[in-house]
C-alpha cells in the first residue's frame, strides 16, 4: 500500500510504503490507541478551521499561528508513535536478534530521519 504524502512544497511528494508486520499481533501505540485517535481527530478539525481560515480571507499571522500549532500537533503525535515503537516493536525485535532486529532497527533509523527532514 502507498500513498503520497503532503509536503510544504507542494500537494504531494514521495510515497509513503506501509510496512506490513506480520510478525506481531498488535502494535507498540495499542494502549494508548483511543487517545491517538482523539488527537488526531483535534487535528483533523484544526485542519479544517485551517481551511476556513484561508476561505474567509483572514489575516495571514493568524493563519500561520494555526499552522503552527497544528505542525506541534502532529509532532507531538508522531513522537509518541516513535516512542511507543521503540519501547515495544523494536525492543522484541532486539531481544529476537538477528537479521530480524537489524531490520527494525534499520526502519526505526530511517523513521527518524524522516521525521528529522520534515
Known amino acids: 500500500m502507498s500513498e503520497t504524502a503532503p509536503s510544504a512544497s ?8 506501509a510496512t506490513p508486520d506480520a510478525g506481531h499481533q ?6 494508548s490507541k483511543d487517545d491517538y485517535l482523539k488527537r488526531l481527530r483535534r487535528i483533523e478539525g484544526q485542519a479544517r478551521g485551517l ?7 483572514k489575516y495571514c499571522i493568524d493563519i500561520l499561528t494555526q499552522v ?9 503525535v508522531a513522537l509518541g ?11 522484541e525485535a ?5 537479521a ?3 531490520a527494525k532497527l534499520k526502519e526505526a533509523s530511517d523513521a527518524i530521519a524522516r521525521l528529522v527532514r520534515s
Open 51 to 57: 481551511q476556513n481560515m484561508v476561505a474567509e480571507e
Open 94 to 98: 532486539v531481544a529476537e536478534g538477528g
Open 68 to 76: 503552527s500549532a497544528m505542525t506541534s500537533a502532529l509532532e507531538s
Open 26 to 31: 498488535h502494535h507498540g501505540y495499542i494502549s
Open 10 to 17: 507542494g500537494p504531494a511528494s514521495a510515497p509513503i510504503e
Open 100 to 102: 530480524v532486529a537489524e
Open 81 to 91: 508513535l516513535l516512542n511507543d515503537h521503540l519501547n515495544h516493536c523494536v525492543v
